[in-house]
T-cell receptor, first 109, second 111 residues
Framework: GQQVMQIPQYQHVQEGEDFTTYCNSS?????IQWYKQRPGGHPVFLIQ?????EVKKQKRLTFQFGEAKKNSSLHITATQTTDVGTYFC?????????FGKGTKLSVKP | NAGVTQTPKFRILKIGQSMTLQCAQD?????MYWYRQDPGMGLKLIYY???????DKGEVPNGYNVSRSTTEDFPLRLELAAPSQTSVYFC??????????FGQGTRLTVV
């Protein structure tokens, strides 16, 4: 099946620092989705990227889809304590949503 | 509009017992999924369904069974519970469309 790897597994940052997580696939993806899971909560959909080289922004969050559609990144500018949680990418096909292991972000105030 | 509803929220089972985790969605979504999430870990797909009457195995199906008799419901059955099945279980659904909606989860402990 499709393999989606996320790095890093953990990231500890000082509040105000930037944060980036990467999602890499061994095969070309038709699309990729990003989710956020707050501690003790359930995953919540953030965004989907479909086009090669696509870049989308949501306030301080910037999402990119690689030109070859095999990798993606999520960048958070000037992290806040509200950004704490685990960020997952999902590159599976519709009927078989496989998630990466996620990147757990902690933010020190 | 309730979205995806999972019951129960918490459950403690003894080794060898059985139980059914309930999942219902009221969004008329075709696709439904069951995941387990071990402490500090990612989401592992157990089973999924692309419509009523159709189910298929995910990454970690052993020890579980599912059925999908209606579009709304997708129960997950644990037979002969084992400590390795201690986890948080999430049910999710999608239209098809990009956004998967998750339930609040069921925290299961097998002792």
């Amino acid at each position: 099946g499709q393999q989606v790897m996320q790095i890093p597994q953990y990231q500890h940052v000082q509040e105000g620092e930037d944060f980036t997580t990467y999602c890499n696939s061994s095969t070309t993806l038709s699309n990729i989705q990003w989710y956020k899971q707050r501690p003790g909560g359930h995953p919540v959909f953030l965004i989907q990227l479909v086009k090669s080289g696509e870049v989308k922004k949501q306030k301080r969050l910037t999402f990119q889809f690689g030109e070859a559609k095999k990798n993606s990144s999520l960048h958070i500018t000037a992290t806040q304590t509200t950004d704490v949680g685990t960020y997952f990418c999902n590159g599976g096909s519709q009927g078989n949503l496989i998630f990466g292991k996620g990147t757990k972000l902690s933010v020190k105030p | 509009n309730a979205g995806v509803t999972q019951t129960p929220k918490f459950r403690i089972l003894k080794i060898g017992q059985s139980m059914t985790l309930q999942c219902a969605q009221d969004m008329n979504h075709n696709y439904m999924y069951w995941y387990r999430q071990d402490p500090g870990m990612g989401l592992k797909l157990i089973y999924y369904s692309v419509g009523a009457g159709i189910t298929d195995k995910g990454e970690v199906p052993n020890g579980y069974n599912v059925s999908r008799s209606t579009t709304e419901d997708f129960p997950l059955r644990l037979e002969l519970a084992a400590p390795s099945q201690t986890s948080v279980y999430f049910c999710a659904s999608t239209l098809p469309g990009p956004e998967a909606f998750f339930g609040q989860g069921t925290r299961l402990t097998v002792v």
